[in-house]
């Protein structure tokens, strides 16, 4: 028996397929590289929930739908507004008031997953803007789910250059295989329990810095660095002090982490027309430095860029602070929760492994005097 279940295969899904052998991943039938740079967020929303792409009918319809359930209710805008009062982290504000998503509604599971989709950049958004002293901003019904979340977070329409950029990144990362806190989804929802409350479960394990936590510090030593001239004495440094470098090397993947391509291509092409591009050059030169160093150090492991380091560069580029990062990756990973979610209710069973009991027996009971 291995610790943490690793290896061992808890269920069956058409969602997603992580070989991290050969660097790939595929979202229901899809190569990442191939749907994510162009689908709309809300066809790839239809084909995990629905096994196939829309058409364009199909399509709109889903997307008005989606659309329709982004307001929250009051009861959620009060809970953000007393978390702001105490300046709550972001991750603890949209745990706190996804469960109210099901305020007043009767349990209707694909109901429930397509308001959570709908309503989180609303709650990340209203949220950060109470939290800055700042009114929600509006309910857009017109524009995309992308879009909506940056009109939700800044109150100014974005170009679509930047709503692009970042619907990439939501298309990218929004299923990746049976993850803690999907496997917390599926297994919450297993007992029969309702859709918000597995994707409640699902964001106190994604809030976990071992899961959830990365792309921050990632972007903390690019930032530490400062120049491109000090990349290579301060990872060789960290290197000595047996640190380990944040955005380099992957729990599954053994070769390079496919979704680091696609953002990487769509982080060059978005800083090529504007954004900080000394920050991008002096991440690139960080990238290239480390990616030395760890071949000198570890040439017996592959320890290439993962999604992390490219995921900083662009939620940077696209003006989000650090904070914010793991609160957005949960606006695209809540698909997938919710995608799991429908699968297992259809096709799972109550997911209930066995434990190894590795405690004493036989201790004496002898009752304490009173």
Request: a neutral charge.
């Amino acid at each position: 028996m291995k610790d943490g279940l690793e290896g061992v295969v808890a269920a069956r899904t058409r969602l997603s397929h992580v070989d991290g052998e050969a660097g790939r991943l595929i979202l229901a039938g899809y190569a990442v590289e191939d749907l994510a740079p162009d689908a709309a967020f809300e066809e790839v929303a239809y084909l995990l929930l629905n096994g196939r792409l829309p058409g364009p009918a199909e399509c709109a319809g889903f997307a008005r739908d989606l659309a329709a359930r982004r307001a929250l209710p009051p009861a959620a805008v009060e809970v953000l507004r007393q978390a702001a009062a105490v300046r709550t982290p972001p991750m603890d504000a949209l745990r706190m008031a996804a469960p109210l998503l099901s305020l007043g509604r009767a349990e209707d599971p694909l109901g429930d997953a397509l308001t959570a989709i709908a309503a989180f950049p609303a709650i990340v958004g209203t949220y950060w803007r109470l939290r800055h002293g700042e009114a929600p901003a509006p309910i857009r019904r017109d524009l995309p789910h992308a879009a909506h979340y940056l009109h939700q977070l800044s109150g100014v329409e974005p170009s679509a250059e930047r709503a692009r950029a970042l619907e990439t990144y939501l298309n990218t990362v929004c299923d990746h295989g049976l993850n803690a806190s999907t496997f917390t989804a599926r297994v919450i929802v297993s007992t029969r329990s309702d859709v918000i409350s597995a994707i409640t479960g699902a964001l106190g394990a994604l809030k976990g810095p071992l899961h959830g936590g990365a792309p921050g510090p990632a972007l903390d030593m690019v930032l530490e660095i400062g120049t491109p001239e000090r990349a290579e004495s301060v990872i060789r440094a960290r290197l000595d002090r047996g640190e380990r470098l944040m955005g380099f090397g992957h729990r599954v993947y053994r070769v390079r982490d496919p979704r680091a391509d696609v953002l990487a291509a769509v982080a060059e092409r978005f800083y090529a027309n504007g954004g900080d591009r000394d920050l991008y050059r002096l991440a690139r030169s960080v990238e290239a430095a480390a990616l030395r160093l760890l071949r000198e150090r570890k040439p017996d492991r592959r320890l290439d860029t993962n999604v992390e380091f490219y995921t900083a560069l662009l939620l940077r580029g696209l003006g989000l602070p650090a904070e914010l990062f793991t609160p957005t990756f949960a606006v695209a990973r809540v698909l997938g929760w919710s995608a799991h979610c429908l699968e297992q209710l259809r096709e799972g069973s109550l997911i209930r492994p066995q434990s190894i009991y590795a405690g004493p027996t036989g201790l004496p009971y002898q009752r304490t005097s009173t």
